[in-house]
Nanobody, 130 residues
Framework: QVQLQASGPGLVKPSQTLSLTCIIS??????????WNWIRQPPGKALEWMGV???????DYNPALKSRTSIARDTSKNQISLQLVSVAPEDTAVYYC??????????????????????WGQGTQVTVSS
């Protein structure tokens, strides 16, 4: 059973850098072919995918957040991290880490791939306020 545990400061002041950690147990972050995501949900809004780091250490980011976001991993500790710089009150949200893999489907006429999320952390609340 894979478990993800996200943790962070809880309260961050505007213009500061938010740093979160997600510790993974029950599975290696280098295992083929899984990816490890950061996703957030502001109050009253939909989930927003922030970025991902895959089993090879390759990263990808939401274009809307790319200039402020950095995702890294520590394979010795089996954990991933998120840094979000220059935070503002709009960055207040519950932040989740989640595992995904690409699953191939048949539409009836063609194959297509879709990311499927199978394990989520419990989420950690981050409030940006002075």
């Amino acid at each position: 059973q894979v478990q993800l545990q996200a943790s962070g400061p809880g309260l961050v002041k505007p213009s500061q850098t938010l740093s979160l950690t997600c510790i993974i147990s029950g599975g290696s972050i280098t295992a083929n072919y899984y990816s490890w995501n950061w996703i957030r949900q502001p109050p009253g809004k939909a989930l927003e995918w922030m970025g991902v780091i895959d089993y090879d250490g390759n990263t990808d980011y939401n274009p809307a957040l790319k200039s402020r976001t950095s995702i890294a991993r520590d394979t010795s500790k089996n954990q991933i991290s998120l840094q979000l710089v220059s935070v503002a009150p709009e960055d207040t949200a519950v932040y989740y880490c989640a595992r995904s893999s690409q699953v191939t489907y048949w539409s009836g006429t063609y194959y297509y791939e879709r990311d499927e999320y199978d394990y989520w952390g419990q989420g950690t609340q981050v409030t940006v306020s002075s």
